[in-house]
């Protein structure tokens, strides 16, 4: 949906970048697009933008159910009950966490 409404005022911005010393500004510019090229000009190159962002919602959208299946199902630890310390070097009742 993004595409589809951005497109057009893309398109528009750089065909108004591209006029040098022109002074249409952009509604000149979008109403000599549709009298000269017609309504299909405001989606030129809207078909790439599409293919574009189709595989890159679909991988965010895998990614974040893949992330949120992962993080429910791993089991919460409890911490332990002796610190990091103490518990590898093996040292008990010295108070070292």
Known sequence: VNAIVSNPLDIMKVRVQCQIGADGGAF??????LRTEGLASLGKGLA????????????????YEMIMTLSRTS???DPPSKGPVSSV?????????
């Open 28 to 33: 000149r510019t979008i109403a000599n697009m």
């Open 48 to 63: 790439p933008k599409i293919w574009m962002a189709v595989p890159v919602s679909a991988l965010s959208s895998v990614s």
């Open 89 to 97: 070097l093996g040292v008990q009742g010295l108070g070292v966490s």
């Open 75 to 77: 089991p919460v630890e």
